[in-house]
């Protein structure tokens, strides 16, 4: 029996992550975000702590990879623990869509997936995000913009280092939507039929 995995990129603070994860309660299927890495932190016994400090992120360039105890050890040396992670997350997507079906978010999941998953994009304008940002965190306009600047760098350039394709090429994703224009009912429901039309 085949699987049906949904991956969802999405924009900072365009509740990518809210609407996978509501998708995936609707469906009753399981949702992977965090849980990757504290998976990828049994798996590699490296603390979650450690793991957490480079999810998402590519190792800089400009920044010798041994900066905590782990790098030190034999197994890790010279190899930066952003590439350790994300070499063992894409262990766990694989085997988790050899085993279930569910929604897996960021992680270049499509990429890993290719043709076997139903990727996602979600994105918004600029002011949208920084407004979702301020309702969420609390913060100040100026460092909420801040803030949707970073990450969404951060993000490009995680995307963009481990797969050598654009991240904002919508081409290679079935479907992009703009949250701001769908509430995020409206946008579970247009992509749980698109899931149950895989069946």
Not at 1 to 26: C, F, P
Not at 102 to 128: H, K, M, Q, W
Not at 149 to 178: A, G, H, I, P
Request: proline share 3%.
């Amino acid at each position: 029996m085949k699987h049906h995995v949904i991956t969802i990129n999405r924009m900072y603070g365009s509740n990518g992550r809210l609407i996978g994860k509501a998708l995936a309660d609707k469906l009753g299927i399981g949702f992977y975000d965090q849980e990757l890495i504290r998976m990828a932190s049994q798996k590699k016994d490296i603390p979650i702590e450690e793991l957490r400090k480079v999810d998402e992120t590519r190792a800089s360039i400009w920044r010798y990879p041994v900066e905590t105890e782990f790098q030190i050890d034999p197994q890790y040396h010279f190899y930066p623990m952003n590439n350790i992670l994300f070499e063992v997350q894409s262990e766990i997507i694989r085997s988790l869509a050899q085993k279930e079906d569910c929604v897996i978010v960021g992680r270049c999941a499509n990429y890993l997936l290719g043709p076997d998953c139903l990727s996602v994009f979600v994105y918004a304008p600029t002011e949208f995000r920084i407004q979702t940002v301020i309702n969420r965190l609390g913060r100040e306009e100026r460092s909420a913009k801040s803030l949707v600047r970073k990450m969404d760098k951060e993000r490009r350039y995680y995307y963009e280092y481990f797969t050598d394709r654009s991240w904002l090429d919508m081409t290679q994703y079935d479907v992009c939507v703009n949250s701001s224009r769908f509430s995020q009912q409206q946008i579970i429901d247009m992509l749980a039929v698109k899931y149950h039309a895989l069946k």
